[in-house]
C-alpha cells in the first residue's frame, strides 16, 4: 500500500530504550564496584514539602537506584523547614562517606533560597550539575564540569546514540531556564553546533526555529511549536511535560509536549515522544553521574 503523505515520516527517538541501555550498562558496573571494592554508589535524594509532581520525580528517582544497585539515602523534610535545618541537613550529607551524590529536589518552598542551598552542596556531590563552579566550567571553553546537569546531558545523549550529527549544525533552543534551556545551549555549543536561544522576548520564533537541524523544545508550553514551523528532516527533542485536560483519562489529564507532535512528527526526520522521551534518560545520566561520582573515590 502506497504511503500517503499524511504518514509519519519521522523515526521516533525512544527514550525508554535508550535509558534502559544505559541503567543496565550502569548495573554492571555498581555490581563490578561492588564485588571488587565491597562498595556501592550512595544517593541522598532531599525533598521539602509535599508536591505532588515533585514526589513522583523523587519516587522514580529512588526507585531506579534501587534497581541499579545504588543505595538510596532519603531525606524527607516538612514544607516549613528553616533554610538552616535544610543547609545544615546537606553539610551532614556532604560529610558523609557512604553518600557520593546529592540532590535536593526543586523547586523549594518561597521561604528557601534556592542559591544558598544549591552553593552549599559539595561540587564533588553536586550530581544534578547546578552547582555555580560546574555550570561556570560548562560555560567556558577548555574547561570541564565535573557532571553535567542531567536533563541536557540526556538531550545529547540521545541525539549522539540516534546517530544525528551535532558539529556545524544549526541547533535552536526553546526557553532558558537554569535547568534545562541554558545549559543544554552550553553543551550544544560544547559540541561545536551554532546555537540560537529563543525565548518570551524574541520576535518571530516560528522563523528562527524553522532554520534549525536540531531543536531543543524546553519552553513548558503545551503544543506551543507547530508541524510548519519545523524544517523537514530536522531532529526535534521535545522536553516539554504539561498536563492537558482529557476527559476520557482516569486521571482527568493527559502529558504533552512544548511540540505539536501530530503535526511535527510528519515534517521532522527525528521527534522525542511525550512521555516516553527526555524524561527516562534524565533519570538515567542521574544515576549515571552517581556512578561516576562514586567511582571518583571508591578504589582511589
Given at each position: 500500500m502506497a504511503s500517503s503523505p499524511s504518514d509519519q515520516t519521522a523515526k521516533i527517538?525512544?527514550?525508554?530504550?535508550?535509558?534502559?541501555?544505559?541503567?543496565?550498562?550502569?548495573?554492571?558496573?555498581?555490581?563490578?564496584?561492588?564485588?571488587?571494592?565491597?562498595?556501592?554508589?550512595?544517593?541522598?535524594?532531599?525533598?521539602?514539602?509535599?508536591?505532588?509532581?515533585?514526589?513522583?520525580?523523587?519516587?522514580?528517582?529512588?526507585?531506579?537506584?534501587?534497581?541499579?544497585?545504588?543505595?538510596?539515602?532519603?531525606?524527607?523534610?516538612?514544607?516549613?523547614?528553616?533554610?538552616?535545618?535544610?543547609?545544615?541537613?546537606?553539610?551532614?550529607?556532604?560529610?558523609?562517606?557512604?553518600?557520593?551524590?546529592?540532590?535536593?529536589?526543586?523547586?523549594?518552598?518561597?521561604?528557601?533560597?534556592?542559591?544558598?542551598?544549591?552553593?552549599?552542596?559539595?561540587?564533588?556531590?553536586?550530581?544534578?550539575?547546578?552547582?555555580?563552579?560546574?555550570?561556570?566550567?560548562?560555560?567556558?571553553?577548555?574547561?570541564?564540569?565535573?557532571?553535567?546537569?542531567?536533563?541536557?546531558?540526556?538531550?545529547?545523549?540521545?541525539?549522539?546514540?540516534?546517530?544525528?550529527?551535532?558539529?556545524?549544525?544549526?541547533?535552536?533552543?526553546?526557553?532558558?531556564?537554569?535547568?534545562?534551556?541554558?545549559?543544554?545551549s552550553l553543551l550544544l555549543l560544547k559540541a561545536d553546533a551554532t546555537v540560537t536561544t529563543v525565548h518570551s522576548h524574541t520576535k518571530d520564533p516560528e522563523a528562527i526555529i524553522k532554520e534549525a537541524d536540531i531543536v531543543i523544545a524546553a519552553a513548558g508550553q503545551a503544543c506551543m511549536i507547530k508541524g510548519d514551523w519545523i524544517k523537514p528532516g530536522a531532529a526535534v527533542i521535545d522536553v516539554g511535560t504539561n498536563a492537558v485536560s482529557d476527559p476520557s483519562r482516569k486521571s482527568g489529564y493527559r502529558l504533552v509536549g512544548d511540540v505539536d507532535f501530530a503535526e511535527t512528527s510528519k515534517v521532522a526526520g527525528f521527534i522525542t515522544p511525550v512521555p516516553g522521551g527526555v524524561g527516562p534518560m534524565t533519570v538515567a545520566m542521574l544515576l549515571r553521574n552517581t556512578l561516576d561520582g562514586a567511582k571518583q573515590v571508591i578504589g582511589q
Open positions: 527517538i525512544d527514550g525508554k530504550a535508550v535509558a534502559h541501555t544505559i541503567r543496565s550498562e550502569i548495573a554492571d558496573e555498581v555490581r563490578h564496584l561492588s564485588e571488587k571494592h565491597g562498595k556501592v554508589p550512595g544517593l541522598a535524594v532531599v525533598i521539602v514539602g509535599l508536591r505532588k509532581d515533585s514526589q513522583t520525580y523523587v519516587n522514580m528517582k529512588r526507585k531506579a537506584c534501587a534497581e541499579v544497585g545504588i543505595k538510596s539515602f532519603d531525606v524527607d523534610l516538612p514544607e516549613d523547614v528553616p533554610e538552616a535545618d535544610l543547609i545544615t541537613k546537606v553539610h551532614e550529607l556532604n560529610s558523609d562517606p557512604q553518600v557520593h551524590g546529592i540532590l535536593v529536589q526543586l523547586p523549594l518552598p518561597k521561604h528557601i533560597n534556592e542559591e544558598n542551598v544549591l552553593g552549599a552542596i559539595s561540587i564533588d556531590k553536586d550530581v544534578d550539575g547546578f552547582h555555580p563552579l560546574n555550570i561556570g566550567k560548562l560555560a567556558m571553553k577548555g574547561r570541564e564540569p565535573l557532571f553535567l546537569p542531567c536533563t541536557p546531558k540526556g538531550c545529547l545523549e540521545l541525539l549522539v546514540r540516534s546517530g544525528i550529527k551535532i558539529k556545524g549544525q544549526r541547533a535552536v533552543v526553546v526557553g532558558r531556564s537554569n535547568i534545562v534551556g541554558l545549559p543544554v
